[in-house]
Structures are given as C-alpha cells and as structure tokens.
C-alpha cells in the first residue's frame, strides 16, 4: 500500500518523458508500447513504453519485485504481454510462435539472476550448450577455438574442465557471461550481475561489461540493485516503480532527481511505507517454534 503522499509522488510522474503514448517501434532496437503485464489480478507492469537505444547501456533499477526481472524477460518474450507490443529492429515480436522467437533468442546474450550454469556439465560444455542446442554442432576443433576466446574474454581460459561446484561465486558470473556471448549476440540481458559479489569481483563483472559494449558493440540492458555499478556502465538509468517508469536519465539526472522515491532509493534509506509497516509489525517474535513442533 502506498502513503497518501506517495501516491501523490508517483501520480506527479505519471506522464513522465518515457512513458509518453507516442512512442514508436523504430524509436530503439528494441521498443515496448504499452507493455502491460498481470499475473491473476496482480498487475506487474502498468503501460510501459520504453524505447532501448541500439550499441548502449541501459540500467534499469528499482526496489526488489517492482517488476524488473518480468520486464526484460517481455524483450526476449519469454513472458508474453498481457496488453501492449514488443519491437525489435521495428518488428514486433511478442506475438510469434516459439519456433520463430528461438532464432530472433540467438541474436540475445542473458545472464539470469542466478547464473544458472548446469552443475553437471563442465565449463566448457556450458559454453558449447547454447551453439550445439542452434547449430547441432558435431565439429570439436571450431568449438574448442570458440570456448578458448569466449573464456579469453572473460579471463577464465583454462577453466574449460572445471565444473561449475569449483568454482567461485564471481567465477561462476564470469563463465556465464562467456556462454551469454558464444553466439556472438547483438543485445546481452544481465539480471543482477553483480549481486552476492565482493566489491571488486563485482568491478571486474562491470569492466567485462564495458569492454563487450566498447570493443563487440554491444547493446547492453543490467537489471541491478547496485548504484555504484550503475553508475560506472550506465548511458542510461531507468527506474521502475509499482510497476512504471518514474525515473529516466543518466547517470548525473539520476544522482539528481527531485522525486524522493528515486532518492530513497539510491541511497538506500527505508521510506515511510516501510518505516509504517515495521512499526505495525512490532518488534517482538509473535511466533515461536520449539524443535518438539517439528517432530
Ligand atoms: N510467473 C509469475 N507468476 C506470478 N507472479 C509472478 C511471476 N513472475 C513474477 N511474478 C511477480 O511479479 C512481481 C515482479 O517480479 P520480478 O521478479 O520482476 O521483480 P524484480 O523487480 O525483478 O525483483 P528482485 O529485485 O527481487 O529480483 C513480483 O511480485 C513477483 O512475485
Ligand atoms: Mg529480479
């Protein structure tokens, strides 16, 4: 539930420059119009339109479950629309069947929230798994040179027989964006890349990340939690807010905006309807199990 002066807040962004009912499908590579998502009566996404710009990178943050994850899932559709159109390259893509949006995936890197590398298959054949799954690879040499220079990249060559359980939280992030561009994609999607990481593991993943938009010009959409990170990649920052754009900008406008959510936010701080909900929940266990409850 929003405070009154919270909703007051967010209704003054309620026509902010992205959400403008004009936009169109060349306006970006990759553009939502009025993307709108509900699960059952929950609505997630209210009416986004947002017009991502081809070879940059683009932030998008927001408090945890404002709908982040479920947007960039829309840009590769592997959430459907529940109103609203997805672009890419000015063509609409949120209504082809399976069979057609897996050759437009190949042109898309994703790194997933929880990296999601295949415990039971090496650092190379996690990298190989996407290119055999698309090309039905049976030619070994090819690969191994694919591996190599993808693990290059990342700086884990030499990891290729190692299994994911070896491995280190950053080094697992590191391996995963090495699978997320062995089909050379055009477009990556990182959810959180940086999450559960040291400070400088977590500047190594931000620096790959800027050298895959400098040197394979790379466009490049980071869900993130983590301001510092960006900062440091960011062309551009786009926060979501119950489920609409209420901030846009770069780096600087961000660090600036007037609007107190976007503030509270990146600094971190409890708003009121936090602050309010903590004060009705107490400050004393109401429940309490004894082992005998569990036997
Ligand atoms: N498949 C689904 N079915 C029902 N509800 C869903 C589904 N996927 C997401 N949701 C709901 O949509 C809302 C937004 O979820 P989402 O994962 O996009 O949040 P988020 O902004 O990525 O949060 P976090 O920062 O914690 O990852 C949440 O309330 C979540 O419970
Ligand atoms: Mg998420």
Do not use: W
């Not at 169109?24 to 939502?32: A, I």
């Not at 993943?205 to 960006?230: C, F, G, R, W, Y």
């Not at 990649?233 to 107190?260: C, F, K, S, T, W």
């Amino acid at each position: 539930m929003l405070l009154a002066a919270e909703a007051a807040a967010v209704n003054a962004y309620e026509k902010p420059i992205v959400t403008r009912k004009s936009i169109q499908p060349e306006d970006g590579l990759l553009v939502t119009q009025n993307l709108t998502k509900r699960f059952d009566d929950r609505l997630v996404l209210d009416s986004v339109c947002m017009a991502i710009e081809e070879g940059k990178t683009t932030v998008i943050i927001g408090p945890s479950g404002c709908g982040k994850t479920v947007f960039i899932k829309h840009l590769i559709v592997l959430e459907r629309p529940t109103e609203g159109q997805i672009f890419f390259k000015g063509h609409r893509i949120d209504a082809l069947d399976e069979r057609q949006l897996a050759k437009i995936r190949t042109r898309f890197g994703f790194c997933f929230q929880m990296s999601a590398l295949f415990d039971s298959l090496t650092v190379y054949e996690n990298i190989t798994f996407p290119v055999q799954q698309h090309y039905k690879a049976v030619n070994y040499k090819p690969l191994d040179e694919l591996v190599k220079q993808k693990l290059a990249l990342v700086g884990m060559d030499g990891f290729q027989n190692h299994y994911p359980a070896s491995l280190s939280g950053g080094q697992k992030k590191r391996v995963a964006l090495a699978r997320a561009i062995a089909l050379n994609p055009e477009v990556i999607l990182y959810d959180e890349p940086t999450t559960g990481l040291d400070p400088i593991t977590s500047d190594v993943i931000n620096e790959l990340i800027i050298k895959l938009q400098k040197e394979l010009k790379i466009t490049s959409i980071v869900v993130t939690h983590d301001m510092k990170s960006a900062y440091k990649i960011a062309d551009r920052i786009v926060m979501l807010y119950n489920g609409r754009i209420i901030a846009d900008g770069n780096a600087e406008q961000i660090r600036n905006h007037p609007h107190d959510i976007v503030q509270q936010f990146i600094y971190g701080r409890v708003g009121e309807a936090e602050l309010a909900a903590l004060r009705l929940g107490g400050t004393r266990f109401e429940t309490q199990f004894t082992p005998e409850d569990f036997e």
